[in-house]
Antibody, heavy 119, light 110 residues
């Protein structure tokens, strides 16, 4: 069964840092590009970041560029999101999602991990 | 404000047909990029419902169908069931912003 499990969320003060992880299983992780997508409480979905299978191509949404860093470890079947200089508006459930192909869909999604930025 | 525009809510009685629209622009849907749809049940992660405008992943009932024309797309649900009550999101690719979503539509089964 294809499965993605996020971890690392929690409460952090504005300006603080947090590192999210996503453990993948049930598929050849090294063959797929991956994404992070977030959802603020009661709001819609927002794409955050993309990383290709070999880490050669990385993209960020303008809202997180310069503050967040996506990475992966194919040997550990894991995806990461290092979040620095966190702001109140970064409060959201963060999902990792497998990429469906060039400029395509997200499937499957993990269960999500909640990040709360508050003093 | 989302790049793709969806109605905030739609509703229908059991057994009826409802449609959810998704309107984009010349930099995303109108540029030829595919539209995908997700279903998010309360308290759960989004689930892929339609990919590539009109294709259903294995396990998705044929009551769900998608279409695309010009700068817009639609999701149709026929034979509405109580279990269909959820939030629905469209998604595409934008030549400037990359992956973009609609604001989501809450479906209420009356």
């Amino acid at each position: 069964e294809v499965q993605l499990v996020e971890s690392g969320g929690g409460l952090v003060q504005p300006g603080g840092s947090l590192r999210l992880s996503c453990a993948a299983s049930g598929f050849t992780f090294s063959s797929y590009s991956m994404n992070w997508v977030r959802q603020a409480p009661g709001k819609g979905l927002e794409w955050v970041s993309y990383i290709s299978s070999s880490s050669s191509t990385i993209y960020y949404a303008d809202s997180v560029k310069g503050r967040f860093t996506i990475s992966r470890d194919n040997a550990k079947n894991s995806l990461y999101l290092q979040m620095n200089s966190l702001r109140d508006e970064d409060t959201a459930v963060y999902y990792c999602a497998r990429d469906g192909g060039l400029r395509s869909w997200f499937d499957p999604w993990g269960q999500g991990t909640l990040v709360t930025v508050s003093s | 404000q989302s790049v793709l525009t969806q109605p905030p809510s739609v509703s229908g009685a059991p057994g009826q047909r409802v449609t959810i629209s998704c309107t984009g622009s010349s930099s995303n849907i109108g540029a030829g990029y595919d539209v995908h749809w997700y279903q998010q049940l309360p308290g759960t992660a989004p689930k892929l419902l339609i990919y590539g405008n009109s294709n259903r992943p294995s396990g998705v009932p044929d009551r769900f169908s998608g279409s695309k024309s010009g700068t817009s797309a639609s999701l149709a649900i026929t034979g509405l069931q109580a279990e269909d009550e959820a939030d629905y999101y469209c998604q595409s690719y934008d030549s400037s912003l990359r992956w973009v979503f609609g604001g989501g539509t809450k479906l209420t089964v009356l």
